[in-house]
């Protein structure tokens, strides 16, 4: 029931699904894609300082 | 009796998740470049993917597609239609990350996610014919994305650009250290579901 509801609401083409009334200009939308890369980066960044090698992996571990 | 190994581990959990997130918080902004389909954009969802199937295998990209896909503007039916892309990438990653020079990694992560990215065209190309009747074959779409060049390469920088780049630059984020079991298979099951899927819409009877 609950993927019927999902597959029955879910296309939305060409408007964000969950944001209702947002309607972006094409500028806006791409200077937010690019927004968003940057906080991936950021987030690819910061593991790799944290987990410099494998026995640091789990979260929480300590620094060797 | 051996000790049990999770699929994931906590790390990969979280990586999965973040990226699943922003991928959600992305879409449901719709924050894409705009001038793909009537109705969809170049979405991002390739990049989150593709770096969540390098740092936590294809289970992490399955999550990230999952997350996706509850703001996607294909919403749910995309989601299957990811999945060979993730198969496909995990099947060749090792390698390539154990690559020894950075050229020879950059050049083997473009050219497998050139070749991942043509084989789940045609899955999404049953989809825009079967679900959403943008065509009444898949022909036109494939001279469209593949001919029409601009739409492919636009997707293959998404899928590659930035994820090719953390990889150069931020390895230890995206150590294969994962296992996948019957990775083979599964990418050849995805490749085969999706090729039969395809050919339904193929116009050949």
Request: aromatic residues 16%.
């Amino acid at each position: 029931m609950i993927l019927g509801t999902i597959l029955d609401t879910s296309p939305c083409l060409g408007q964000a699904c969950y944001v209702p009334g947002l309607q972006l200009d094409s500028t806006t939308q791409t200077a937010g894609a690019i927004v968003m890369i940057i906080i991936v980066l950021a987030l690819a960044w910061y593991g790799n300082r944290k987990w410099r090698s494998p026995s640091q992996e789990m979260i929480g571990a300590a620094p060797a | 009796m051996m000790p049990r190994k999770p699929l994931l581990n906590t790390r990969q959990i979280s990586v999965a998740a973040v990226l699943g997130g922003l991928s959600l918080i992305t879409e449901a902004f719709g924050l894409s470049l705009p001038g793909y389909l009537p109705g969809v954009n170049f979405n991002l969802v390739g990049a989150y993917l593709s770096i969540a199937t390098m740092a936590a295998g294809p289970l992490g990209g399955i999550i990230v597609t999952i997350l996706d896909s509850f703001t996607s503007s294909v919403g749910f039916y995309g989601l299957p239609f990811y999945w060979p892309h993730v198969f496909f990438l995990a099947l060749f990653y090792k390698r390539i990350y154990s690559m020894k020079s950075t050229a020879m990694k950059v050049v083997g992560y473009w050219v497998v996610t050139a070749v991942a990215l043509f084989i789940q065209y045609w899955g999404w190309f049953f989809l825009y014919v079967y679900v959403f009747k943008f065509a009444t074959t898949i022909w036109p779409l494939a001279v469209y994305n593949f001919v029409g060049v601009i739409p492919y390469a636009t997707f293959l920088a998404i899928y590659a650009l930035i994820p090719g780049f953390v990889l150069v630059t931020a390895p230890n984020f995206v150590r294969p250290n994962w296992n996948f079991p019957y990775l083979k298979w599964v990418t050849a099951a995805s490749i085969i579901l999706s090729a039969i899927a395809v050919a339904s819409q193929a116009g050949l009877r």
